[in-house]
């Protein structure tokens, strides 16, 4: 069967396996990374110190982070100096990149190699025009080129560097990658003259100004490194791990004998004692490998270099002989003597090494026999180890949290022909989530290439969906998907699709919102000429998002009892709403708060749910329900609140947002309903919940923020929306109340947006008196956008819908005063004031209307007009507050016109 779907071809076993052990190699036999990088970032500040100053925080800094890199701890190195790699001081920003350069390549894994990649090109582009820099992205090719056994390529790159001749420690890295070079070849005599050279160039160093706290730890660090080339069997031991590194397990074997063999109490001896069983490994004689390293481990079970020994025998019983029973004494006899080792002070620098790997295995063990708590415990001692790299400690976690899950380590379907597949697929199951990839990928080839004997369908159905997992960990997005629809497709109605499923969804979200994030933006954007070509990229968008909603159904409807269910139900509602399907995304959400009652993210769906109600649903009495289980929720803490495996729960700053969009809701709801002491009760229980911005997006819009209006309207017990739009259709009631409600907090695009329902109403009929409000609230909120010029439209329409309505008056007033001001149609204005006088004589805008007649004749220069208009005003509205300013000041300027016109 396949097994790289991305490579598309048959993955070599033993090439997967190889690097598993490159990674071992690289965490306790770094000699050539130790040494190597030591100088390399030595030479970074000392350059830095002849060209560009770095600050002694930076300088701390950088030597915190290689500090961590010598103690292989390689993720804590990049974090350490992850800001500077970003900051704006180019020296610190350079050697800060290397560094973290380094620590990626020595993480063994493809991924971080491109990484590597990236940063060096990065450097290379960025610091050509300075030669330290320069010469540092060619250190950067010269590792690479190492990486990848190819050492006469690396040799001519090194060379060049140290052929420009320059004053700084980059001279010195290049010199001791030379060195280590040619202790590679046998040529130790070369190597001990760059040695030497790299310590008088680095003692040169010490005296152009170098913060002290890199002095320390560089001073040190390649001292100590010139002891390992210069111990005895050193040179060779290098050699013969370029010669494993490059393949060649029987001439490895060989010449890590020969160290045993002239060296047999020098620590490289014991160290070529490990690597003598991995080359029996690689020759596929596991049987030979366990005895050989039983016996090195006999009589000195707690000596260096014996961890890894033990982790070398455990992984030979559980993933070459699938013996579990042989493998647990051994992890025992490990345990016992890590407490041992890690006391010895000789023995401790090797046992801290090993000390996650030999927890990691006693947690499997442990899990694979079905004792999940004791695994637990050991998992959480083990993410405590002191100075454990990130992303182990990240992934103890993780394991330890599916331990503590309910399902098996390895499903109840795989019922294999024998007990290794199942061995395999359990192991394959905790390194997996453990983010221990590399020995996970060695394990699945293993799986797939038949040397764990013949597969049941759910076992290549299993495997096929860990292999998924690897890749999506690995940022391989297609190929995952691509996996995990095949593991589907092999065994359908397997136990872990729910997680299948689960995985397709937020992939797919993911693929989603990157491609289509700015399709909503263009609609609501777009002009009368590009709406249809929008609509249409909406309607692929919204396709898209029905492959999303399949996924999480398939959730909902085949695995009603998943961890699962959770997001599926909360997410398929979030994604109805965006596709318009109101009754859909309802049925979910009331399906969620009633199984997730105390769901941490319960909150956010109350929020989303009652906005549904009332702005879609038009159901105050559904509305009111969902606010008092809300509010309930309100009062739980967040102890109390559920949180469910592998979902990421709201931090505390969004569980107080949920708390205060609850309230106001509540708040709203209990108003609408003309509560309004309870109403007045809820606003008060939002404030401690309160942004000081006042302001936060839910799901659907945007609930206003400043509701000071609405509070006060509801402390006066006083209604927004007058009676006679009360009176009728209920959902209509409720649209305009909240549209209303919107509009003293000017939110003018929600008050159209409900308006507009009401004026196009299609499921319910308006009375005359709601049709006309709509079409009156709907002007004003286009006049406060402002889009003054549109909303004269909207307010004739209020006045002819329902004349004899309480507003006509001054919708009608208002679409002339638009007429005056925006349009300039002084005469059309001065006949729409008169339409007002005349229809409405009693109306409390008469008056003014009156008075408006002349001063739109006054403005057209009408001046007879505007003198009769203005006797007229006087006469029929002697008390109107406008009597004055036309007495004083417009009849005294018509008649001045008048008289000049003579």
Request: glycine fraction near 6%.
């Amino acid at each position: 069967m396949p097994a790289d779907q991305a490579g598309g071809g048959r993955c070599n076993y033993w090439l997967m396996v190889r690097a598993h052990r490159a990674a071992l190699h690289q965490r306790f036999y770094l000699v050539f990374a130790f040494t190597s990088v030591i100088t390399m970032f030595f030479g970074a500040v000392c350059a830095a110190e002849q060209t560009e100053k770095i600050d002694p925080g930076a300088a701390k800094r950088l030597a915190a982070a290689w500090k961590e890199f010598f103690n292989h701890h390689y993720d804590m190195s990049i974090e350490k100096v992850d800001g500077l790699a970003k900051s704006e001081q180019a020296a610190a920003r350079w050697h800060a990149m290397h560094c973290q350069a380094r620590s990626y390549l020595a993480s063994g894994d493809r991924r971080s190699l491109l990484e590597a990649r990236k940063l060096w090109t990065s450097i290379g582009s960025g610091a050509a025009s300075d030669p330290y820099h320069a010469a540092r992205a060619l250190m950067g090719k010269a590792l690479l080129l190492v990486h990848q056994n190819r050492d006469k390529q690396a040799e001519t790159v090194i060379r060049r560097i140290l052929s420009k001749n320059l004053l700084s420690v980059v001279t010195i890295e290049a010199r001791l990658e030379l060195a280590f070079l040619f202790s590679r070849q046998g040529k130790g005599k070369e190597a001990s003259e760059q040695l030497n050279a790299a310590l008088a160039m680095i003692e040169n160093g010490q005296s152009v100004g170098i913060h002290d706290s890199l002095q320390r730890v560089f001073t040190d660090a390649v001292r100590h490194a010139r002891d390992l080339l210069t111990s005895p069997g050193g040179i060779e031991f290098e050699k013969a791990m370029a010669t494993l590194r490059a393949g060649k397990y029987q001439p490895a074997l060989v010449l890590f004998k020969a160290i045993v063999k002239s060296y047999p109490d020098s620590e490289y001896a014991r160290r070529s004692q490990v690597q003598i069983g991995y080359c029996h490994l690689d020759l596929g004689r596991s049987s030979v490998a366990i005895k050989h390293w039983q016996d090195f481990i006999a009589g000195a079970p707690s000596q260096a270099w014996r961890g890894q020994a033990y982790v070398g025998l455990i992984d030979a019983f559980l993933e070459y002989e699938m013996d579990l029973a042989q493998a647990e004494p051994v992890v025992k006899m490990a345990t016992d003597s890590l407490a041992k080792g890690l006391k010895d002070k000789k023995a401790s620098v090797s046992w801290k090494m090993v000390e996650y790997d030999l927890r990691l295995r006693q947690a499997v063990t442990l899990l694979l026999r079905g004792d999940k708590g004791q695994a637990v415990g050991v998992l959480e001692s083990a993410s405590k180890i002191k100075g454990l790299a990130r992303n182990r400690r990240h992934g103890s976690r993780m394991l330890s949290q599916w331990a503590a899950g309910v399902r098996p380590v390895a499903p109840p379907e795989i019922n294999p022909i024998d007990q290794g597949p199942t061995l395999v697929m359990g192991l394959l199951a905790c390194y997996a989530k453990a983010q221990e990839s590399e020995h996970a990928k060695a394990l699945l080839d293993r799986l797939l290439t038949d040397k764990c004997g013949r597969l049941s369908q759910p076992i290549y159905a299993y495997a096929y969906f860990q292999q998924a997992v690897l890749y999506e960990a690995n940022g391989e997005r297609e190929e995952a998907k691509s996996l995990y629809q095949r593991s589907r497709l092999v065994f359908p109605k397997a136990s872990w699709h729910d997680i299948t499923l689960y995985r397709l969804a937020l992939m797919t979200q993911a693929e989603v919102d990157s491609k289509y994030k700015d399709v909503v933006a263009k609609l609501n954007a777009a002009g009368p000429d590009e709406e249809v070509p929008v609509q249409k990229e909406l309607a692929v968008y919204h396709q898209a998002l029905r492959e999303i909603l399949g996924y999480w159904s398939a959730i909902a409807q085949e695995y009603p009892d998943s961890e699962y269910l959770e997001p599926a139900l909360r997410l398929s509602g979030e994604l109805y709403v965006q596709i318009g399907d109101w009754e859909n995304a309802s049925e979910m959400w009331h399906r969620y708060t009633g199984m997730f009652p105390k769901s941490a993210w319960a909150g956010s769906v109350f929020v989303g749910l009652i906005d549904l109600q009332l702005e879609h649903l038009y159901d105050l009495p559904l509305a009111l329900k969902t606010a008092h289980t809300a509010m309930q929720w309100v009062r739980v803490g967040d102890k109390q609140l559920e949180s469910l495996p592998d979902i990421t729960p709201p931090d505390r700053r969004l569980l107080k947002q949920h708390r205060y969009g609850v309230c106001l809701r509540a708040a709203i709801v209990a108003y609408l309903d003309q509560k309004y002491e309870k109403s007045i009760r809820l606003f008060d229980a939002a404030k401690p919940y309160a942004d000081k911005k006042k302001d936060f997006k839910v799901v659907k819009g945007q609930f206003p923020g400043s509701l000071e209006k609405v509070q006060g309207a509801a402390r006066a017990q006083r209604k927004l929306t007058p009676q006679v739009v009360l009176e009728g259709s209920p959902k209509v009631k409720l649209i305009l109340q909240l549209a209303d409600i919107y509009l003293e907090s000017s939110e003018w695009l929600k008050v159209i947006e409900l308006c507009d329902v009401v004026i196009e109403a299609k499921d319910f009929m308006p009375t005359p008196f709601q049709k006309s409000w709509a079409h009156h609230q709907r002007a004003t909120a286009i006049y406060g956008i402002p889009e003054c010029k549109n909303a004269r439209e909207d307010y004739r329409l209020a006045q002819k819908t329902c004349p004899n309505a309480p507003w006509a008056a001054k919708a009608m007033f208002h679409a002339a005063c638009i007429t005056n001001n925006f349009y300039q149609e002084k005469i059309q204005a001065a006949e729409e004031y008169k339409k007002v006088v005349n229809t409405y004589p009693k109306s409390e805008i008469a008056d003014k209307a009156a008075y408006f007649i002349g001063v739109s004749y006054e403005w057209a220069k009408e001046w007879p007009k505007a003198k009769l208009a203005y006797n007229h005003f006087l006469s029929k509205y002697p008390n109107s507050r406008w009597v004055k300013l036309v007495q004083k000041h417009h009849l005294p300027n018509v008649e001045k016109q008048l008289k000049g016109n003579q």
